[in-house]
């Protein structure tokens, strides 16, 4: 098992409230990832870090904000959450030149 | 187009059956393949990777064809355990590992 931790699992919020979804792995994984899916959908890379103080945008266009001030730790800001942010947020880490990613178990994202 | 195209499915086949996926990619230039299994509502995990020579891992094989860019799984003796969505995923290329995800096909195992 992976050892990739994401809270909340699951999170209702009203519109406009901002929110920070944690993710934590302690495998010591350079590289971290975020991805949002919708039901029967693919995923979609919106953020990823190469290490510490690394973050870059992904292919899909996202209104949130990361950070990487250490290793084990991605958390995933959003400022002003809509109802157009409900989705499935998953989180991921690989080694430096691993291909292999591993994921955390998601935070399911309400907002009403 | 997507950048990686697979049949959405359901597949649905009895227990002992064999059954196998393809999935299509664009990007002439990926490097690296791999299938991913994802449960209803869980997160995805690494099944196998596909390599050029072709790869098998008990009852599950995978077959890679550069030429016509698309990949296949195959899965022998199905359980029921089998039910999920697979996941096509291709390496896109570029420094820092970026995975292209395919929507997947559901497999649905029944008695």
């Known amino acids: 098992e992976a050892d990739i931790y994401q809270t909340p699992r699951y999170l209702v919020i009203g519109t406009g409230k901002k929110i920070t979804l944690e993710c934590s792995q302690t495998m010591g994984h350079d590289k971290m990832y975020w991805y949002q899916q919708d039901p029967g959908m693919e995923l979609h890379l919106i953020h990823y870090?190469?290490?510490?103080?690394?973050?870059e945008k992904g292919d899909l266009s996202s209104e949130s904000t990361v950070s990487r001030i250490r290793t084990e730790h991605f958390p995933l800001t959003l400022e002003s959450a809509r109802p157009s942010h409900t989705s499935q947020y998953l989180c991921?880490?690989?080694?430096?030149?691993?291909?292999?990613?591993?994921f955390g178990p998601g935070t399911r994202l309400l907002v009403l | 187009r997507k950048e990686v195209e697979q049949d959405p499915g359901p597949f649905n086949v009895p227990e002992g059956a064999t059954v196998a996926f393809n999935c299509t990619y664009s990007n002439s230039a990926s490097q690296s393949f791999f299938w991913y299994r994802q449960d209803c509502r869980k997160e995805p995990k690494l099944l196998m990777s596909?390599?050029?020579s072709g790869n098998e891992d008990g009852r599950f094989t995978a077959q890679l064809n550069r030429a016509s860019q698309y990949i296949s799984l195959l899965i022998r003796d199905s359980k029921l355990s089998d039910s999920a969505t697979y996941l096509c995923?291709?390496?896109?290329?570029?420094?820092?590992?970026?995975?292209?995800f395919g929507a997947g096909t559901r497999l649905a195992v029944h008695p």
């Open positions: 991921a880490s690989s080694e430096l030149r691993g291909e292999t990613q591993y």
């Open positions: 596909v390599y050029s």
């Open positions: 870090s190469y290490g510490v103080n690394s973050t």
């Open positions: 995923v291709v390496n896109g290329g570029g420094g820092y590992n970026k995975l292209i």
